[in-house]
């Protein structure tokens, strides 16, 4: 029966991007728990994280592709501005798209009197992330945190 059993696994990171700057961590906070096979961290860390044991760290080079995807040129868009919210726009500002249940930021990159270009890829696409990572705990997931389908205590919800 253990064999079939979810895990939570917990653990300490820093991300940097190919440059070597640090993107995010969690050094000095509470390290993340993740469920296993939940879909809750990308899947190319998850596959490392998994193989670790507690007080293990590594560093996990994450290819694109296994991280937050290659970037599309698709979902680059070029838009008249008076189809744009009304006021001040500026490149880095974010606008919300899409309906109720889906939406997701676009980031204008480029903006004119006449259009701005409005890029809907996550900001980390196309990059190789290096994630290193301290496994500081592996438990088995209760019965509550299956069903909800995410994990409570410290470094999870409620
Ligand atoms: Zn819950």
Redesign the pocket.
Same mark, same amino acid.
């Given at each position: 029966m253990a064999t079939t059993n979810r895990r939570v696994i917990t653990f300490h990171y820093t991300l940097t991007d190919p440059e070597g700057n640090t993107l995010d961590s969690s050094i000095g906070q509470e390290p993340l728990a993740f469920l296993e096979a939940g879909g809750q961290i990308i899947p190319g860390l998850e596959k490392v994280v998994q193989t670790l044991k507690v007080g293990e760290k590594k560093r996990v080079v994450v290819p694109a592709a296994e991280a937050y995807g290659e970037r599309d040129e698709r979902f680059v868009l070029k838009v008249p501005r008076d189809e744009l919210p009304e006021g001040e726009l500026q490149v880095g500002d974010e606008l919300q798209a899409g309906g109720d249940d889906e939406s997701h930021p676009l980031l204008i990159t480029e903006i004119t009197d006449a259009y701005a270009v409005l890029d809907g890829n996550h900001p980390l696409a196309g990059m190789n992330l290096t994630f290193d990572v301290e496994l500081t705990g592996i438990r088995e997931a209760t019965a @509550? @945190?299956l069903s909800?389908? !995410?994990v !409570?205590g410290p470094g999870g !919800?409620?």
């Open positions: @509550e @945190e909800h389908g !995410h !409570h !919800h409620h």
